[in-house]
């Protein structure tokens, strides 16, 4: 009986949090002194890091949160909410029809932004310049995923996504304060240096490579930046579908029903 307990016990293990009749503690601090006293950011840090952050990691990482809360409803995210929230469903199926939307090309990129950086960093150790770590580093990303480039370019911001400068700015001045190092700056503006070179013109670096730039430089994994992304976008999407529900409307699709998609017969 004692071993089935045991092994009832150990199905789900966590240091996460402990919780029991009259307490609840994350990572080992009571949530009543939680309460009140630090920030969202803070939280978010603390349960995926299992330490407590410092003011300066806290501020920059709620600097990137804030850049990544909205698109508006051209954005796939943000649409597809919205067309729930017509739907009849409850806010909860709103929000998670928004969230199931940011992938590979959408939202998510900031995943792969993240490897393609630290691949980078990864070279510093030899004897090349950045400059041509990245060059090498971004004919391999080519020839595994493409000639896209995650995190830089934008259809609607050209040449400059006014999100990514401040970002940079913010990074920048955090690593003259001692808080992060600054190479992940380094390496984004290289890359979008090169990748201007490469198309011939201006390209902007978009909220996907500027938000990678401070995950990475917070030591985030590659991973975790989508997810720290869907966190963000997430006020959007509520956002979003609280505002759709109270303007009504019934079953909306993508388009207005005076507009019916282009019928090709099959050849």
């Not at 307490?23 to 009140?36: D, H, N, S, Y």
């Not at 990245?134 to 995650?150: E, F, L, M, N």
Request: net charge negative; hydrophobic share 40%.
């Amino acid at each position: 009986m004692d071993n089935n307990a045991e092994e009832i016990r150990n199905w789900w293990r966590t240091s996460i949090i402990d919780m029991k009749p009259g307490k609840i503690e994350f990572r080992g601090q009571p949530i009543e002194e939680l309460i009140g006293n630090v920030s969202f950011s803070y939280m978010i840090w603390l349960m995926l890091r299992d330490e407590k952050p410092t003011t300066m990691q806290t501020n920059l990482l709620e600097a990137a949160l804030v850049a990544g809360v909205d698109h508006g409803p051209q954005a796939p995210s943000i649409a597809s909410a919205r067309m729930a929230a017509t739907c009849g469903v409850g806010m909860n199926n709103i929000i998670a029809n928004g969230i199931n939307m940011l992938g590979d090309i959408h939202g998510g990129a900031g995943e792969q932004c993240a490897e393609l950086y630290i691949d980078i960093k990864k070279m510093k150790n030899n004897s090349a310049s950045l400059e041509d770590n990245v060059k090498a580093a971004v004919t391999i990303w080519q020839k595994k995923y493409g000639k896209i480039i995650s995190g830089f370019g934008h259809r609607f911001h050209k040449p400059v996504d006014p999100r990514a400068p401040r970002l940079m700015e913010i990074t920048r001045k955090a690593a003259e304060d001692g808080t992060v190092s600054g190479e992940f700056v380094d390496i984004a503006e290289a890359v979008q240096s090169h990748v201007s070179e490469i198309v011939g013109k201006p390209i902007a670096m978009n909220i996907d490579g500027a938000t990678a730039v401070i995950f990475c430089e917070l030591g985030f994994p590659p991973e975790l930046c989508r997810g720290l992304f869907c966190i963000s976008r997430s006020i959007g999407i509520l956002a979003h579908g609280w505002e759709q529900l109270q303007q009504g409307g019934r079953n909306k699709g993508p388009m207005p029903p005076s507009f019916l998609p282009t019928y090709e017969p099959t050849k």
